[in-house]
């Protein structure tokens, strides 16, 4: 299978990049969702370019689109899942060591995320998955406080599907200028941030209107009855 024009190249795309490239060229829409995983466990791995060039793929008929969201969002899942094992098992301090140890990765990126995760707690993983770096780091505060595991995986789930689905549907509609996604990744990444946030206050904002209107309801229905029992009496 042949993902990249006759403009755009594999060779043209170097280093990490390039291996992801050859990694999806060889193994479609699971080559994506690998990729993935792996740029969540080795942070330096650019999505930014992993997630378009699964939505170009796709467009090209050369992968399902469905499997490429599918995929992609469960390699993410799979991947914040090996930080928060470690942080689970090996604790603060020895997941600290073993991200200095790494290439490219610096650990005031960690701090960063710890940091955000002691002063925002369980929705800095919501929201840390639509962050690059933060993506992957999140998951490490997540596992050494032991955060429940199922909303953990929740939160994970939910904020990589979206994260991914802007991602890869840009490189969908794009086409053969899916590299231009890069060029916004910024751009994108606050749009996605703040469309959340904003859709979080409104449910947050419904629900109480809803709690408020229900109680009222339920005030209004139990008047009578209260009336009634003074009367009888």
């Known amino acids: 299978m042949t993902i990249l024009s006759a403009t755009e190249t594999t060779s043209e795309l170097t280093g990490l990049a390039?291996?992801?490239v050859g990694l999806m060229e060889s193994m479609g829409a699971l080559g994506a969702g690998l990729a993935?995983?792996?740029e969540?466990?080795?942070p330096p791995l650019p999505s930014e370019i992993i997630l378009p060039l699964?939505?170009?793929t796709a467009s090209r008929g050369d992968m399902s689109l469905i499997g490429a969201l599918v995929l992609t969002t469960l390699g993410s899942v799979v991947g914040a899942m090996f930080w928060y094992a470690v942080g689970a098992a090996v604790g603060r301090d020895r997941t600290r060591a073993i991200l200095a140890g790494l290439p490219l990765i610096k650990l005031k990126d960690v701090d960063r995320a710890e940091a955000w995760f002691d002063k925002h707690g369980v929705k800095t993983v919501f929201f840390g998955r639509m962050i690059p770096i933060f993506r992957s780091f999140i998951?490490?505060?997540a596992g050494v406080s032991r955060m429940s595991l199922?909303?953990?995986l929740a939160f994970t789930t939910l904020g990589s599907a979206i994260w991914n689905t802007v991602?890869?549907?840009a490189g969908y509609q794009l086409g053969e200028s899916w590299h231009r996604v890069e060029e916004y990744a910024d751009v994108f990444q606050k749009i996605v941030i703040v469309v959340v946030a904003l859709a979080v206050v409104?449910?947050?904002v419904f629900g109480i209107v809803r709690w408020n209107r229900d109680r009222h309801d339920a005030q209004h229905r139990a008047a009578p009855r209260r009336r009634a029992g003074r009367n009888s009496r």
């Open 40 to 42: 969540n466990v080795f």
């Open 36 to 38: 993935i995983a792996l």
């Open 167 to 169: 991602f890869v549907l």
């Open 139 to 141: 998951s490490v505060p």
């Open 18 to 20: 390039g291996w992801a």
């Open 202 to 204: 409104a449910a947050i």
């Open 150 to 152: 199922t909303v953990f």
């Open 54 to 56: 699964a939505g170009f």
